[in-house]
């Protein structure tokens, strides 16, 4: 299970959204759907999931029908606020969305068109662990109106799968990726480099086990120990060493050419594309200050700067809805500054980077010691962007730091 919650204000328990809310129609909107569903915590994770033992009261078979009453609430309250409008991105995360039938996820998708639309051209995806997927479960996915799949791969090494708890068949990577094809899906496959125990040697074998799938799209995320998981527990006992900083580095590096050699081209610090129409439109919404609204317990939303968060166990959240109570927990509208300061933070790691003239004016000088020092791209500098070098991937948290303080 995740950590606490934020701090914030009370929601209301109708869900009601400000009055005085700037809601713009013309900006896009996404709907997240959590599913907080796994078998095993993998030790790394900090996620909102649950095991079947810690449910306590909630019922995966009752999950789709409760989420779908969350749609409902969501659809009165935007109506109520002239904020209704076609979705533009879909995505099933989690957890594990596929542990769920995959005709509980097309009943939620059907719910979430009929309450929304979908905008022409919508991208749906669904995340899912390589030994939940079928060529049955694939179809019915696609039939559904999911477009794309996102793959769990993690690495093709078991030592390494072994490290991080995973416990897919590295085979199934391969079977999963098929099934998605064949049923027209989209494909991406997710990495995770700097596991206890991995080598370079080790990350290059995945990242070419990983090309060889001809996806569409790959992420690959440098491992975080986060506190209250069982890694860093692990880690505090001395049972396994801290992950190092230099070999991540390397491995980011090589993880870019290899790609880039391989014929994706990066745009976001993490996130790489064969072509610009395969980019996750999805998490771009993110990175960018969409609107969106996060389904299921522990979701976070976004509307017009207003954020709100679910409360987090799963049964919190049925009994919430049983009582036709918004599942809300708290809310927050950020000042100004702290606006900013996020605006930077996100826009900086994409590739099309900030404009200049978004950074706040006393801070713009530092610019040119950022290009000094070989972080942001000068012939972006010059047209007025910021947009960072390979070196500056590398150390996007400086940059943000050197650009917000």
């Known amino acids: 299970m995740a950590g606490p919650l934020p701090l914030g204000d009370p929601a209301p328990s109708d869900g009601r959204l400000p009055d005085d809310l700037p809601v713009d129609t013309r900006v896009p909107f996404s709907a997240y ?107 019915t996915l696609a039939d559904a109106g999911v477009t794309r799949m996102s793959v769990g791969m993690q690495s093709a090494v078991p030592h ?6 995973r416990t897919h068949r590295p085979e199934n990577v391969r079977t999963a990726v098929a099934a998605a094809k064949d049923a027209g899906l989209a494909v991406s496959v997710d990495l995770i480099y700097g596991a206890p125990g991995e080598s370079l040697a080790d990350w290059e074998a995945s990242l070419e086990a990983a090309l060889a799938l001809e996806p569409d799209h790959i992420s690959a995320y440098a491992l975080i120990i986060e506190d209250g998981t069982k890694l860093a527990r692990q880690i505090r006992r001395g049972e396994v060493p801290t992950p190092d900083d230099d070999l991540q580095a390397d491995m980011y590096e ?28 999805h998490n771009l919404a993110y990175w960018r200050g969409s609107d969106w609204w996060g389904f299921g317990p522990g979701a976070h939303s976004h509307m017009a700067g207003l954020r709100w968060w679910n409360v987090k166990h799963p049964a919190a959240y049925a009994q919430r809805l049983a009582a036709s109570e918004s599942p809300a927990a708290g809310t927050e509208r950020p000042d100004a500054e702290s606006r900013t300061l996020e605006r930077i933070l996100l826009l900086s790691r994409i590739r099309e980077g900030i404009a200049i003239d978004e950074v706040p004016l006393e801070n ?12 942001v791209d000068p012939a972006s500098a010059i047209q007025g962007r910021i947009q960072l070098t390979l070196r500056g991937r590398l150390l996007a948290d400086a940059v943000v730091r050197e650009l917000t303080d």
């Open 160 to 165: 390494v799968l072994a490290a991080l708890d």
């Open 33 to 139: 759907l959590h599913i907080p569903f796994c078998t095993v915590r993998c030790g790394y994770c900090d996620f909102n999931t649950y095991t079947s033992t810690e449910l306590r009261g909630a019922k995966q078979e009752d999950y789709a029908s409760t989420l779908i009453s969350e749609i409902a609430l969501a659809h009165r309250v935007l109506g109520e606020a002239g904020a209704l409008r076609p979705m533009d991105t879909v995505f099933f995360g989690g957890g594990t969305p596929t542990l769920l039938p995959a005709g509980d996820l097309a009943r939620m998708l059907e719910a979430a068109t009929t309450a929304f639309g979908l905008a022409e051209g919508a991208e749906v995806t669904v995340e899912a662990n390589p030994d939940t997927v079928t060529p049955a479960v694939a179809r």
């Open 364 to 375: 713009r000088k530092r610019v040119a010691g950022l290009i000094a020092d070989g972080l």
């Open 254 to 281: 090589v993880a870019d050419a290899r790609l880039a050699a391989g014929g994706f081209d990066w745009y976001e610090v993490s996130n790489w594309a064969r072509t610009p129409a395969q980019r996750s439109r």
